[in-house]
């Protein structure tokens, strides 16, 4: 077990540790061992050994002294009575934060399906962290975590490695931080394929013994060449790691003895333009292999990474890599992100959380930055994350737009889950279809069968899926509308004359007509009598002769009458005698009720509006498209009418004017008082009416309220 003296001098080797933080350690690694006591790992290890390795990990990261205290800390709040708050007491609130942040994501949902939506966790894990050390300090977690994961029993350890191989190997890799990648994917693929890694392992073991010696020769080769060429450098030789030659052998389809570049040679120089010299050096003793030369200082990987990479045919004519970077290049090669740290006394400065997180952005996104500045100001405008991350029940991750909805997921889901949904929860909790969701929220979309889309979820959509499918959903509605309209109005017009349309339709009796008009069949006729394109006179004219048309006994655009059922009590459901799928639905501009004189309106996709025949929008309609309609005198509708009342502002007035509506008999479904500055109240009064008669008289009493000015009926609001 590591002990908090090695980690101290570990860190110590990067960082110059005062006096204070030596004593924060060790406060931190008290607290820890008192919290965590009694706790045992699966390996029978006490818990401690855990925060310490994780925390001695970070130090080989070289990370900055709270990320390091945050390691002997990371697992108190999950795992003991520890809370946040106490974190937060004694050992500030960065340090607080950073704990949090690891929970949180130590929190997080995994699924079975990780693989299939790995990118969409490897981001939610960035979208909860908000600070990078907290996803570095999961990963050196995850590191201790998967070298002691014989430990646990076949079934997690596999699914643990899996997840580790999936999300956080890739992680590290985007972060820049090779060795913690490696070392995660040669773990990973050690517990998922054990026979496999056995075999590469001992087959990479071999070669080593046999190929030592030769190793070692080729250093001395290369370090003589760059001698001769008077440049000071660092040769290295090493084997690539199992998981990587797997890879290799996996894409090229090869046999392990057919991989020649199991060595990779690495030089470490002082200058940029000992690199190139280097590589000349290199070039002079073997033959390159033409096509494998990448200059990576030029064109930087997009984490950052820079390297010339070359390779060689060697001396025994074998395929060698060999790489070659300056030592600050080296850095951030092994280091990654971190060594992107701005230390200030051993401490970040107060850009560094930014700039950290801005190339956190940079590298997660494999962005090429072409123009840095243009970057930093697509970073800033990214900073306030653009994305949501959300789960189904079942778990699934679902990527969305910032502001998007219970209905943008749905149809993210699902287009007929869209189509069909009618309420949603959040997390448990009921919540409006506009309702915001948030980074790790859990949807749950209720559908039912006879719910469709609404209009008005265009106006809170954010997803262009949703926005289509809303929209083709009631394009296509406005067809099956305009078509039921069409065909009664057909089949009205025919009959006035005598005519039974259907009957004649199947005769064929109509076919030449029909063509003569250019209409395929009766379905497009209907379509565009529906819309007003053309009146069903036009058809009517050519199969029946003019003198024996009967005069009609209204004006021709005007000649259909519609007596309307009501048989729902919602709007936009109710029902018109006779054709039953049309659908109406009050105007909201007049806001008609009964007694009131009504003019139906054909409006694309909405079925039938019924107009005040007073209502100005009428003047602007095109006639052709106006239909009769009457009020149903069997039945009463409830419909909403808002009154507004203005009257002394003094006490008692609301509950006078209430008990006018309740003596009328009328439901109050919203009420509000403003009181003006002067002496004036004004009340608004949201009701539901049964007809314009039941409006007037209670209008009529409360204007009789002493203490009343005037009592008045607004037309036009906006209803939710
Ligand atoms: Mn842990």
Excluded at 55 to 61: C, K, P, R, T
Excluded at 219 to 245: P, W
Excluded at 368 to 392: C, N, Q, W
Aim: net charge negative; glycine share 6%; with cysteine.
């Amino acid at each position: 077990m590591i002990r908090l003296n090695d980690i101290t001098e570990r860190v110590n080797s990067y960082l110059y540790l005062t006096d204070t933080d030596i004593e924060l350690l060790k406060k931190a690694y008290v607290y820890s061992a008192k919290v965590h006591a009694g706790q045992t790992r699966s390996s029978g290890e006490s818990y401690l050994s855990h925060p310490l390795e994780v925390s001695g990990i970070l130090a080989e990261m070289k990370l900055d002294m709270s990320s390091i205290v945050t390691g002997l800390l990371h697992d108190t709040v999950e795992d003991t009575l520890a809370t946040t708050e106490e974190i937060d007491t004694l050992f500030g609130s960065e340090i607080a934060f950073l704990v949090e942040g690891v929970t949180k994501i130590s929190q997080l949902p995994y699924t079975t399906k990780i693989e299939r939506q790995a990118e969409g966790f490897r981001k939610l894990i960035l979208a909860t962290a908000k600070d990078i050390r907290v996803v570095l300090i999961k990963l050196a977690d995850r590191l201790h975590n998967m070298r002691t994961l014989e430990y646990l029993p076949e079934t997690r350890r596999k699914s643990i490695a899996k997840e580790t191989f999936d999300i956080y190997a890739p992680l590290a890799q985007r972060l820049g931080i090779n060795w913690v990648a490696n070392e995660l994917e040669d773990l990973s693929f050690r517990f998922l394929n054990p026979e496999e890694y056995v075999r590469l392992a001992s087959l990479i073991e071999e070669r080593k013994k046999e190929w030592g010696a030769h190793v070692d020769e080729i250093k001395n080769i290369i370090n003589g060449k760059l001698e001769e060429f008077d440049i000071n450098a660092e040769v290295t030789g090493r084997f690539k790691h199992v998981y990587g030659i797997y890879r290799k052998m996996q894409s090229q389809n090869l046999e392990f003895e057919s991989v020649y570049d199991v060595i990779a040679f690495r030089i470490v120089t002082n200058s940029l333009r000992e690199c190139y010299e280097a590589l000349g050096a290199v070039h002079s003793a073997w033959k390159p292999v033409p096509g494998r030369f990448k200059d990576y200082i030029a064109l930087p990987k997009g984490n950052g990474y820079q390297s010339l990479h070359t390779t060689v045919i060697g001396p025994l004519g074998e395929r060698m890599e060999i790489q070659i970077r300056t030592r600050a290049m080296h850095e951030v090669a092994e280091y990654g992100v971190a060594s992107h740290w701005k230390y200030k006394e051993g401490k970040l400065d107060s850009h560094g959380t930014y700039e950290i997180y801005s190339t956190l952005r940079q590298l997660l996104e494999w962005k090429d930055i072409k123009d840095p500045t243009e970057y930093m100001e697509a970073i800033k405008g990214e900073l306030i994350s653009d994305v949501v991350y959300v789960f189904t029940p079942q778990g699934d991750l679902v990527e969305l737009p910032t502001g998007a909805t219970p209905v943008d997921f749905a149809y993210a889901v699902h287009t007929e889950v869209g189509n069909k949904c009618t309420r949603a929860n959040v997390n448990g909790k009921l919540v409006p279809l506009s309702h915001q969701l948030r980074t790790g929220d859990t949807v749950e979309i209720v559908t039912s069968g006879d719910k469709h889309p609404n209009r008005d979820w265009l106006k809170f959509v954010v997803t262009s899926r949703a926005k289509t499918k809303i929209r083709s959903w009631l394009r296509n509605e406005e067809r099956t509308q305009s078509e039921i309209v069409g065909k009664s109005i057909c089949e009205r017009k025919f009959k006035q004359h005598g005519l039974d349309f259907q009957a004649m339709l199947k005769n064929g009796e109509l076919d030449s007509a029909l063509s003569e008009l250019k209409y395929k069949d009766e379905k497009e006729l209907y379509l565009a009598v529906g819309f007003g394109k053309t009146s069903a006179t036009d058809l009517l004219k050519r199969v029946l002769p003019t003198d024996k048309m009967r005069p009609g006994p209204e004006k021709e655009s005007r000649i259909e009458k519609i007596i309307q059922t009501i048989t729902g009590s919602s709007e936009g459901g109710v029902l018109i005698s006779g054709y039953n799928d049309v659908m109406i639905r009050f105007a909201n501009c007049c806001s008609p009720l009964p007694g009131e004189q009504i003019t139906g309106y054909i409006t694309r996709g909405k079925g039938i509006t019924i107009h005040k025949n007073d209502c100005p929008r009428l003047l602007d309609v095109d006639d052709a498209r106006r239909i009769d309609v009457e009020w149903d005198s069997n039945f009463k509708p409830q419909r909403p009418a808002r009154i507004v009342v203005m009257c002394a502002d003094r006490p008692g007035m609301l509950s006078n004017i209430t008990s006018s509506f309740s003596s009328s008999d009328i439901n109050i479904s919203k009420a509000e008082i403003h009181s003006t500055d002067m002496d004036t109240a004004i009340g608004t009064f949201d009701v539901v009416v049964s007809d314009l008669e039941q409006l007037e008289n209670v209008m009529k009493s409360i204007k009789q309220v002493d203490g009343v000015r005037s009592v008045e009926r607004m037309l036009e609001w906006e209803r939710v």
